[in-house]
Every structure is written in structure tokens, then in C-alpha cells.
């Protein structure tokens, strides 16, 4: 799916922005790995600058990390490769999935923000610990942060921690686009976060904030099968 976002214009940026986002990959037994394969394969066919990953990187066990990080490795991304954990990362050995990312060249930034090497430091990537099996500290995740910030977070309620602080544009997954839906898209069940029944896929105006991308993405959960909400690999322009 992709994306073009407006930034308002007194925040200017130099040029374009080109982000790939990827959440829920929940490599194992229930995820096969090519469709691992062909969203790397078409990020490859676009040419991005930052990479992005909401995640859920496994499912059940931290070995399972071991069929994805190749092909995270291979990705191409000039400002940078940033990750926050989400639920099924902190119910195993987090520890390992965090040396396994950063062998890969991936930043995991938990309760963290980083700036954007020129032209763009102007940015701030800014990712929070796991809304409910974490432990979000907002005022760390945003502190220092440079005039334009991007909230990466697992779950749409990450947003519930905010205390009144903005960001420019927030992505998220965790609700899979509730994995099984009806022939228009909406789920029949979501998963457990309050604003997962309200901002389940899609893009979002959020009152007196900015802009959310929820992806439905790439893997299952517990069940092998999707219907009607298939993966999604989200590319989003900022301009």
C-alpha cells in the first residue's frame, strides 16, 4: 500500500522522504517465509531511505528470527534501519532478537529516538516499548527529539501514553487488519487494545495530532490464514 503524507509548510523538508514500513512478521510455524521473500523483493524494486519495522518479528520461540534477519540485512536504506518490539518479541528471549536485529544493521529503539543523518535531521524516529506487555516511558522515547518526529509504535495504543505530546506522522500494526474479515474489509474479531477496534488498517486524522498508518502485516498469528486482509507492505512518502 502506498502513501503520500503533506507535512504542513512551516515543516519544511529538503526533499521527499521514502520509508518502508513492515510489522508482524511472526516468522514460525505460521508464517511461511516466502512472503518474507517477496516484501523484501519489493522493497528492493523501490528506491527507499529509511526502513521501518513495527514488530512482532516471531512467533513462539526467538529462533525463529533466524529465517528473517537475511533478508533485513539485505535491504538498502541509506538513513537507516529502525525496530521497536512488540508483545510476541517480550514473551521470549527479547535479548536475542535485539543482538539478531543488530547484527542486521537494525536499530531497536525501545522508549528511544534517533536522528536522521543529513539532510533529514531534522527528523527524529521515535519508538516506545510495547504499549501493554512493555513498559512505555513516553518522556524518554521523546526527549531531545528534533522538530519533526516519527512515533514508531507496536499497537495503535501506544498512542493512549502520549500526555498531550504531538508527532508529525505514527505508524503501528499488531492488528493484523484482524487477519479474517468480511469481502469490505472489516474484521470479525481484533486483537485485545482499545484503539485496535477503532484504528484496525488504514491511514487516520488523529484530533489535535497527526496522521497514523496502521498495517495489516505480513505474517499470522496463531492461526496460518488470512482472509480478506491480506499482508501489507506499507511505502510512504513524506513530503
Known amino acids: 500500500t502506498k502513501y503520500t503524507i503533506q507535512l504542513a509548510p512551516l515543516r519544511p523538508l529538503p526533499a521527499p522522504l521514502t520509508i518502508a514500513f513492515l510489522s508482524d512478521f511472526h516468522a514460525g510455524p505460521t508464517t511461511h517465509p516466502q512472503i518474507f521473500r517477496d516484501a523484501i523483493d519489493v522493497i528492493a524494486t523501490n528506491e527507499i531511505s529509511l ?15 533466524e ?4 533478508m ?11 525496530a521497536v518490539f512488540g508483545n510476541h518479541d517480550l514473551w521470549v528471549d527479547d535479548a536475542y532478537l535485539y543482538q539478531q536485529l543488530s547484527e542486521a544493521g537494525v536499530t531497536v529503539l525501545i522508549n528511544q529516538n534517533a536522528i536522521l543523518p543529513e539532510p533529514f535531521s531534522m527528523i527524529s524516529v521515535c519508538g516506545t516499548d510495547d504499549p501493554w506487555t512493555g513498559v512505555v516511558d513516553i518522556e524518554q522515547t521523546l526527549k531531545n527529539t ?3 518526529r ?8 501506544g498512542l ?5 505530546e504531538k508527532f508529525d506522522l505514527a505508524f503501528a ?11 469490505h474489509g472489516q474484521p470479525f474479531m481484533l486483537p485485545h487494545g482499545h484503539l485496535s477496534k477503532q484504528y484496525h488498517h488504514g491511514l487516520f486524522d488523529i484530533p489535535d495530532n497527526g496522521q497514523l498508518i496502521v498495517s495489516r502485516g505480513i505474517g499470522c498469528s496463531n492461526l496460518p490464514i488470512r482472509i480478506n486482509a491480506a499482508p501489507e507492505l506499507v511505502l510512504c512518502t513524506l513530503s
Do not use: C, M, R
Request: glycine share 12%.
Open 51 to 65: 526502513l521501518l519495522l513495527g514488530g512482532d518479528f516471531i512467533s513462539y520461540k526467538a529462533k525463529y528470527i
Open 67 to 70: 529465517e528473517l534477519i537475511p
Open 72 to 82: 533485513i540485512a539485505e535491504v538498502h536504506a541509506p538513513l537507516g534501519k529502525f
Open 146 to 148: 528534533e522538530s519533526i
Open 150 to 157: 516519527l512515533l514508531l509504535t507496536h499497537a495503535p495504543d
Open 160 to 164: 493512549l501514553f502520549l500526555n498531550g
Open 173 to 183: 500494526g499488531h492488528t493484523h487488519g484482524g487477519q479474517i474479515a468480511n469481502k
